[in-house]
């Protein structure tokens, strides 16, 4: 059974940091692509970052890049998420999801985590 469990989330002020977990079982996170999501009160869920299984790259919505950074760990079957310099608009909950290739199109998605609050105080 895929299973995926994020954790991580919390208060921070405005320009601090965070750094969310994605602990996977029932699959090798190697073998697939990871993605970060993040939906906001009232906003559609949108995608920030994904991590190709096919070449360990990792791709950032342009909201997020030279902020974030994705990264993985194969003994662990674990991937993170470091954000800094976060804002309010940052505030949401964050999910990570399972695909065979990298896509922001949340609907290609079938296998999420429960997600994990992050607010943002300014």
């Known amino acids: 059974e895929v299973q995926l469990v994020e954790s991580g989330g919390g208060l921070v002020q405005a320009g601090g940091s965070l750094r969310l977990s994605c602990a996977a079982s029932?699959?090798?996170?190697?073998?697939?692509?990871i993605a970060w999501f993040r939906q906001a009160p009232g906003k559609e869920r949108e995608g920030i970052s994904c991590?190709?299984?096919?070449?360990?790259?990792?791709h950032y919505f342009y909201s997020v890049k030279g902020r974030f950074t994705m990264s993985s760990d194969k003994a662990k079957n674990t991937v993170y998420l470091q954000m800094n310099r976060l804002k309010p608009e940052d505030t949401a909950i964050y999910y990570c999801?399972?695909?065979?290739?990298?896509?922001?199109?949340?609907?290609?998605?079938?296998?999420w985590g429960q997600g994990t609050q992050v607010t943002v105080s300014s």
């Open positions: 999801a399972v695909h065979d290739f990298c896509t922001f199109y949340s609907g290609a998605y079938s296998s």
């Open positions: 991590i190709s299984s096919s070449d360990g790259v990792a």
């Open positions: 029932g699959f090798t996170t190697a073998d697939y692509a």
